[in-house]
């Protein structure tokens, strides 16, 4: 039984299923939900690109970010990365590989762990089993973290060390979608209309849903449509039951419950769908072949968080986060390197794609700590890398810039090499080696 059939099972049984219950089949049902297919859905074969796969400084700089906090914990051994929705296993692969530049023998203590629904081995097995190997293992996921009537899954795993790191998975949690009318705070749910699935709108199927706005001092206006991920709790309280002691790094598009709940801004919430990098909008098509997406409510990520010990640390723009640590200066120094011009464009292109406005520089990266007091961590210290008094820049400055491989996506593949592409005027003030002022190459 494949995804759709599934269901049109469930509506035939009870009538409607919610919409968070429709997405949850839709994206993981493990007869054919889109994160079940054989195909990577990322990349220019798939829906959407990531982070990852666009320049391995993403990794790199998560990998030094890891390492100070390695440090802050007095180097243990084994010091574990659990990745939670890894995909691909690119970003898993190229932290492996870049904790190999890192001093005091880092690269040894790592352990990463590979976890997502779909169990396939990605990439990180391509992580060069030489000199100072991290460890790297994949976890199946047994599934979703709870909400929409499915009890959370545990994670089989021992209490460690170490990090919890993850790009864009919050966002593929299924959400119930809610609407007000006439006053009243009503439920989506998916039914079936002469044979198509249709949406439809009745009473909230949990008290959690109108809990959760009022928590967050949230009035919705007549006509306002929002989505309210309830997974978060499950999820958040999932992670704190692993972390002994450690840290929580959550990079993903959103914003804090004000703003994505604003009604002049989100008026119809932020749920879309993604077909072949086309922004489709449409949930009830192309159900397992089209990814569906909704932005993350980080104010909720921090209160479920704190309920169960996760204390937030840090919370910031994609762009600041790296650029704190040190990725003008990697983008600086691909000058240097003296590599041909096609190679030299398509890294800083890369780089530049990592920081862009409106694009992944607008994500948010959210650090919480547990048991690990308050430490100033490097990726939210404006000018961490600037900063001569403590070791740090020349620390970043050692540090070899790390180069695009086959495996990432070339965003200038196409294109004329010698062509001008303004792609570096929204770093002020920063002059591109080899380029003119306005940072054309
Ligand atoms: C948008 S993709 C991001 C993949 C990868 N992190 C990247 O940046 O390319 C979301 C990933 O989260 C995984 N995922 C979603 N829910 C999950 C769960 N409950 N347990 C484990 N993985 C999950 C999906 O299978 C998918 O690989």
Redesign the pocket.
Known sequence: MNAEEEIRRRIADRGTVTFAEFMDVA??WSGGGY??STGD??GAHGD??????VHPAFGALLSVQLFQMWLLMHRPSPFTVL??????G??CRDVAEYSKNLPEGFAQALRYIC????SRPGLEKKSAATGECPEVFRLA?????GGAGNSP?NLPLVKFCGCVV????L???PVHQVTMQGGRLLEAYVAVEQGELAMVHDEPSTPQLADRLEGLGVALVDGQTAEICL?LAG?AGMVSEVLDAGFVIT?DYGREAEDLYSKDDRPRGTLTTFYRHTQTDAPLRRIGSQ?I?AQVDFTSVINEGRVVGLEPMGYSTQKEFLQNLGLQGWHRRLTGLRLPQRQTGANRAGMVDLVRPGGLGDFKVLVQGKNVGRPGLWGFQPGASLVESNGLSDFIDSLPAPLMRPDHLDLTRGRDPGAEVQVEGYWPGFAVPGGDEEGRF
Request: glycine fraction near 12%.
């Open positions: 994206l993981y994160y079940r859905p990322v959407f690109y990531t982070s990852p796969l990745e939670m929705g890894a995909g691909n690119l970003l976890h997502d629904v779909n996921s047994g599934g979703y973290f899954v993850s790009n864009e998975l966002d593929a949690f997974g999820w990079v990814d997406t």
